[in-house]
């Protein structure tokens, strides 16, 4: 496996808790409407220790120490598994006390599902973007049987986990989801499931246009709940909570792509607002 990753920015959480995601890029999938730029293989190409590196000057700079909450997400942090293990481990031993990863799912074979167990992977959000393989093959370019079996293997092996739906009017709407909901109820009736909107200006692909409708939101969500004891839908207005602050650290390199990402965000979001800094600032402070 490759010894480096691109990596477009890391996201640092200043309230109401400090909390880092670092967005590895490169993706598995191909979904028709993904609007992350870590999809692309973009970004500052770092080793382990060169991330590392990058991670704990940021902390410096920003929270003045090492944060405790660290979050590998994407693009796909799972495509490279050993760029992945490798820095567990090292964010273990700057004693990092809070590790997660959010996945598609489709790479958590038994082995590695079994590392992460060792390493004491804090919590792993798991998106399942629809049950029917049909309608998953269409909108990613891959089957879901290795992300169902994941669902399984996560369960079996008692790490702390949710899995994430997106609604999609047209795509995964709520004869999808209660699909998920019963699939899920089968393994565990327990599990977190959680039922976010859609959001078509952000997408990168004009085929799914619609926004669904608050109602929409709330009625999948109390189908959800008729199989599960830990659901909840999340419409837009729930999710982007102004007591949040965020700061970013972006790579020099797609300053002209996050421009663009701003303006949108700016379209969908009142007040929205992303102070930044850059790679080259952090390294060369």
Same mark, same amino acid.
Request: proline share 3%; aromatic share 10%.
């Given at each position: 496996?490759?010894?480096?990753?691109?990596?477009?920015?890391?996201?640092?959480?200043?309230?109401?808790?400090?909390?880092?995601?670092?967005?590895?890029?490169?993706?598995?999938?191909?979904?028709?409407?993904?609007?992350?730029?870590?999809?692309?293989?973009?970004?500052?190409?770092?080793?382990?220790? *060169?991330?590392?590196?990058?991670?704990?000057?940021?902390?410096?700079?920003?929270?003045?120490?090492?944060?405790?909450?660290?979050?590998?997400?994407?693009?796909?942090?799972?495509?490279?598994?050993?760029?992945?293990?490798?820095?567990?481990?090292?964010?273990?031993?700057?004693?990092?006390?809070?590790?997660?990863?959010?996945?598609? *799912?489709?790479?958590?074979?038994?082995?590695?599902?079994?590392?992460?167990?060792?390493?004491?992977?804090?919590?792993?959000?798991?998106?399942?973007?629809?049950?029917?393989?049909?309608?998953?093959?269409?909108?990613?370019?891959?089957?879901?049987?290795?992300?169902?079996?994941?669902?399984?293997?996560?369960?079996?092996?008692?790490?702390?986990?949710?899995?994430?739906?997106?609604?999609?009017?047209?795509?995964?709407?709520?004869?999808?989801?209660?699909?998920?909901?019963?699939?899920?109820?089968?393994?565990?009736?327990?599990?977190?499931?959680?039922?976010?909107?859609?959001?078509?200006?952000?997408?990168?692909?004009?085929?799914?246009?619609?926004?669904?409708?608050?109602?929409?939101?709330?009625?999948?969500?109390?189908?959800?709940?008729?199989?599960?004891?830990?659901?909840?839908?999340?419409?837009?207005?729930?999710?982007?909570?102004?007591?949040?602050?965020?700061?970013?650290?972006?790579?020099?390199?797609?300053?002209?792509?996050?421009?663009?990402?701003?303006?949108?965000?700016?379209?969908?979001?009142?007040?929205?607002?992303?102070?930044?800094?850059?790679?080259?600032?952090?390294?060369?402070?």
């Amino acid at each position: 496996m490759a010894k480096c990753r691109k990596v477009p920015f890391l996201t640092f959480a200043l309230s109401p808790h400090k909390k880092v995601k670092i967005n590895l890029a490169g993706c598995n999938f191909d979904c028709k409407a993904c609007f992350a730029i870590a999809k692309r293989e973009v970004g500052r190409e770092l080793s382990v220790e *060169g991330l590392v590196d990058l991670l704990i000057k940021s902390c410096q700079r920003i929270y003045g120490g090492i944060v405790d909450d660290v979050q590998m997400t994407g693009g796909e942090p799972t495509v490279n598994t050993d760029y992945l293990l490798s820095l567990i481990r090292r964010l273990r031993e700057l004693h990092v006390s809070k590790i997660g990863i959010s996945t598609n *799912g489709y790479l958590l074979d038994r082995n590695l599902v079994e590392e992460l167990k060792l390493l004491g992977v804090n919590y792993i959000k798991l998106d399942l973007k629809a049950y029917s393989d049909e309608v998953h093959k269409w909108y990613t370019g891959r089957s879901n049987i290795n992300v169902l079996r994941a669902v399984q293997l996560l369960s079996e092996y008692n790490l702390n986990f949710y899995v994430r739906t997106i609604y999609t009017p047209n795509m995964v709407e709520s004869t999808e989801i209660e699909k998920i909901a019963k699939f899920l109820s089968q393994i565990n009736k327990n599990i977190d499931y959680k039922i976010y909107q859609f959001a078509p200006e952000q997408a990168n692909n004009d085929i799914l246009k619609r926004r669904p409708t608050q109602e929409e939101i709330l009625i999948a969500g109390n189908i959800a709940k008729g199989y599960l004891a830990n659901a909840e839908a999340y419409h837009i207005t729930t999710i982007y909570d102004p007591t949040y602050k965020y700061i970013e650290v972006r790579a020099d390199e797609l300053l002209e792509d996050f421009k663009k990402i701003d303006e949108i965000s700016k379209s969908v979001v009142s007040g929205w607002d992303m102070p930044y800094l850059t790679m080259n600032q952090i390294l060369t402070s």
